[in-house]
T-cell receptor, first 118, second 112 residues
Framework: AQTVTQSQPEMSVQEAETVTLSCTYD???????LFWYKQPPSRQMILVIR??????QNATENRFSVNFQKAAKSFSLKISDSQLGDAAMYFC???????????????FGKGTKLSVKP | EPEVTQTPSHQVTQMGQEVILRCVPI?????FYWYRQILGQKVEFLVS????????KSEIFDDQFSVERPDGSNFTLKIRSTKLEDSAMYFC??????????FGPGTRLLVL
């Protein structure tokens, strides 16, 4: 079974600085999807960025980028120029590809709580 | 931009009562999901629904739970006889095909 591990329960960053959140996963599949979701205090789940495993290029979305290391099964999130609004819980998630018997339910890590200091 | 909506935002119920949580997925989406998040814990998959039937469910989704798409727009999660441990945030999500799942804002359920 697939598992997702986020080893940092809490992280802190100074406003305008850069922070990297770690995520590792375990799977025997070669094709899959990885996601980072943000959950602010309102508790809504907001997609930050996604990565298809077959793509070698790391995904980038404005100030958010990932470092996807497929062989190491690592998928870290880098937030550049951190803003106060980035303070939230961040969840890494894995999804099996379609056609594997799964309809694509997400498997989440336990989350990393990010604080941003002004 | 279309979004997933959920009602109610908060629900308080007595243990043993039935609750129905409602979701309106994005209109052209085909796959629907329920997840739950007990306070302080990670988000857990409950059930997926496609083509008017359950396609996958987790161990959490026992006989007390059921899902339904009663019309073309709503997707509901029913808990027949709530227990204290059902207190959680319940998220609905939907996606079109193999694309990203989009989450609703959640329903916070408190069972007393």
């Amino acid at each position: 079974a697939q598992t997702v591990t986020q080893s940092q329960p809490e992280m802190s960053v100074q406003e305008a600085e850069t922070v990297t959140l770690s995520c590792t996963y375990d799977t025997s599949e070669s094709d899959y999807y990885l996601f980072w979701y943000k959950q602010p205090p309102s508790r809504q789940m907001i997609l930050v960025i996604r990565q298809e495993a077959y793509k070698q290029q790391n995904a980038t979305e404005n100030r958010f980028s990932v470092n996807f290391q497929k062989a190491a099964k690592s998928f870290s999130l880098k937030i550049s120029d951190s803003q106060l609004g980035d303070a939230a819980m961040y969840f890494c998630a894995y999804r099996s590809p379609p056609g594997t018997g799964s309809q694509g339910n997400l498997i989440f890590g336990k989350g990393t709580k990010l604080s941003v200091k002004p | 931009e279309p979004e997933v909506t959920q009602t109610p935002s908060h629900q308080v119920t007595q243990m043993g009562q039935e609750v129905i949580l409602r979701c309106v997925p994005i209109s052209n989406h085909l796959y629907f999901y329920w997840y739950r998040q007990i306070l302080g814990q990670k988000v857990e998959f409950l059930v997926s629904f496609y083509n008017n039937e359950i396609s996958e469910k987790s161990e959490i989704f026992d006989d007390q739970f059921s899902v339904e798409r009663p019309d073309g727009s709503n997707f509901t999660l029913k808990i027949r006889s709530t227990k204290l441990e059902d207190s959680a945030m319940y998220f609905c999500a939907s996606k079109r095909t193999k694309e990203t799942q989009y989450f609703g804002p959640g329903t916070r359920l408190l069972v007393l």
